[in-house]
């Protein structure tokens, strides 16, 4: 197949840009190449004339035949830019990587070339390795695609999810990829918050304002001040206070407790609850109008046992954060046991479950004896942990997916994985091939 010929004024263009940019023709091949990019992703190898999902996804065939959402196939049969997160292998590794392809057109108005940005997202700060989120399921892509869109912009984010599956580290996220980054990140916990509370925690008071105010209190909202302010289960707020909290969004103005002077609030707003806001609104006990404020721009967060193959990543992140500096790791049947349970605490209880497990270890090996998974059933028997069923595919699709992920997850080498698989290595080494994985 014969490479086009790059302008020298694209390649020029291409360099002058501080992410990693590529030149692709339509048939996957990347035509030229930034110096950002070959950082990130060429490793000395080279780059010209290679395919794009080579690089990306260790893929041996495009990513829309391998079950990913392209955009280059997208853009090229729209004629539009497109957008999507995929996990891209990095000089780091495995990372989040927002993908935006624009058609570049010559003079006639043809699409001649497509300039491919990638954007790292590497949405924990340094030395806040601790709030990272975790994992490269597609639920949590998908998830992690909203925020990072959302991130951006000033909207109203509403957060709604199990207990457990990480909201305060999604609404984190969102303000770390956000224009306000740089400035506070403020909790409110609503659950449990009085009248006076609300307003002294919310708003502040003056000093005299009532017995015991011996000096100015500085408000949370006032903290948040250019920032973003956090409301934890907001489904929990009494009805008379929806109406100040309201107010305040209405507003963007309020008094401390005891003062005169309005002040301006300037937050970007994130709430989040594992409540149905919209059957609570239908009861009564939730403010329509406050609902319609906060629910401009919904995040649905996925529970663990729908991205279960998140699980041995999660659980490596997790015993290196409650054990740090030593190596502690699962026995495969304590691995398999986790992967049939349900998980109803979600993430939250995960790390109970590894929390308790330590304790009770003596060596290195976290064996099934050590793990307490309370009274909750576990009901995954029957399905197969590794792959949930959240869209309808074809089978062999299935099969092709699997495949790639037991080689991606599995440690040890083809001949055992064909064990575990029940086939020869010779029908693995095919399969593994037909599925586009390097293993």
Not at 69 to 96: F, I, K, W, Y
Not at 147 to 154: D, G, I, K, P, S
Not at 217 to 225: D, F, I, N, R, W
Not at 331 to 357: C, K, Q, T
Request: with cysteine; charged share 25%; aromatic share 8%.
């Amino acid at each position: 197949m014969t490479i086009a010929k790059v302008p020298p004024e694209l390649v020029t263009l291409l360099d002058s840009f501080p992410e990693p940019k590529i030149l692709l023709d339509e048939h996957y091949r990347i035509l030229a190449a930034n110096a950002a990019y070959r950082r990130e992703f060429g490793a000395g190898r080279k780059i010209d004339g290679r395919f794009c999902y080579e690089l990306s996804h260790h893929y041996d065939k495009p990513c829309d035949q391998a079950g990913e959402n392209c955009p280059l196939r997208d853009s090229m049969e729209s004629g539009e830019p497109r957008r999507v997160l995929h996990v891209h292998h990095t000089s780091a590794g495995r990372e989040h990587v927002e993908v935006e392809v624009l058609p570049v057109r010559n003079k006639a108005g043809s699409m001649t070339y497509f300039m491919e940005t990638m954007h790292v997202l590497r949405h924990a700060h340094e030395g806040a390795r601790d709030h990272e989120m975790v994992g490269y399921s597609r639920p949590f892509n998908r998830m992690l695609e909203l925020a990072r869109r959302v991130a951006a912009r000033e909207s109203s984010v509403l957060l709604l999810g199990e207990s457990g599956t990480g909201k305060e580290l999604v609404a984190q996220a969102i303000h770390g990829m956000s224009p306000r980054a740089e400035a506070p990140f403020v909790t409110v916990e609503c659950s449990g918050l009085t009248e006076t509370l609300f307003e002294s925690e919310m708003f502040g008071y003056e000093k005299g304002a009532f017995t015991g105010a011996i000096g100015r209190k500085t408000g949370l909202v006032e903290a948040a001040y250019g920032g973003t302010l956090f409301l934890d289960e907001v489904g929990d707020i009494p009805l008379p206070l929806q109406v100040k909290l309201l107010r305040l969004l209405e507003a963007g103005t309020y008094r401390r407790v005891g003062g005169i002077e309005p002040l301006s609030a300037d937050f970007r707003l994130i709430a989040a609850t594992h409540r149905d806001l919209a059957k609570m609104v239908q009861e009564g006990s939730f403010r329509q109008d406050l609902y319609f404020r906060l629910n401009v721009f919904p995040i649905q967060l996925p529970p663990l046992r729908e991205r279960m193959e998140d699980l041995p990543i999660l659980v490596e992140r997790l015993l290196s954060r409650l054990e740090p500096g030593k190596k502690i790791a699962l026995a495969e049947d304590s691995m398999a046991l986790l992967m049939r349970h349900d998980f109803p605490g979600n993430v939250r209880e995960l790390r109970n479950i590894l929390e308790r497990a330590l304790i009770m270890v003596d060596g290195n090996t976290i064996l099934p004896r050590h793990l307490h998974l309370g009274n909750m059933k576990s009901s995954r028997e029957d399905v197969p942990a590794a792959m949930p069923f959240y869209e309808m595919i074809p089978v062999e699709q299935m099969e092709r997916r699997y495949l790639a992920w037991a080689a991606e997850n599995f440690h040890g080498d083809r001949k055992s994985l064909a064990g575990k698989l029940g086939m020869s290595e010779r029908t693995l080494y095919r399969k593994l091939k037909e599925a586009g994985s390097s293993h």
